[in-house]
């Protein structure tokens, strides 16, 4: 059993970085591809980046390419997900989640359905 629990959410401006984390209990951890979705009032829950469990390979979202980098650190059991020169759009609920069956990532990193644990969300609001 994992639990996740994500922070770092808040308020920033247009432009803004912000900066979330997610920490994990559980010493399997380290075996997990680690992802960030979102979801933003009225819309459904969208992948927004994944990590393998090295931390060597990572797959992003179209929309955040660029502008987020997903991290971790096995050793802290923590993922982070750095967010730079934010959009209004990017306000939403961001969630941490965990596959205990995947090597790598990839496309098929996107589907919610492959993850076994969430978090319970942190919120990013960012105003124009």
């Known amino acids: 059993q994992v639990q996740l629990v994500e922070s770092g959410g808040g308020l920033v401006q247009a432009g803004g970085s912000l900066g979330l984390s997610c920490a994990a209990s559980?010493?399997?951890?380290?075996?997990?591809?680690m992802a960030w979705f979102r979801q933003a009032p009225g819309k459904e829950r969208e992948f927004v980046a994944a990590?393998?469990?090295?931390?060597?390979?990572?797959y992003y979202a179209v929309s955040v390419k660029g502008r987020f980098t997903i991290s971790r650190d096995n050793a802290k059991n923590t993922v982070l997900l750095q967010m730079n020169s934010l959009k209004p759009e990017d306000t939403a609920v961001y969630y941490c989640?965990?596959?205990?069956?995947?090597?790598?990532?990839?496309?098929?990193?996107?589907?919610?359905?492959?993850?076994?644990?969430w978090g319970p969300g942190t919120q990013v609001t960012v105003s124009s």
């Open positions: 989640a965990a596959d205990r069956g995947a090597y790598g990532v990839g496309v098929y990193s996107t589907m919610e359905g492959r993850y076994d644990y």
């Open positions: 990590i393998d469990w090295s931390g060597g390979t990572t």
């Open positions: 559980g010493r399997t951890f380290s075996s997990y591809v």
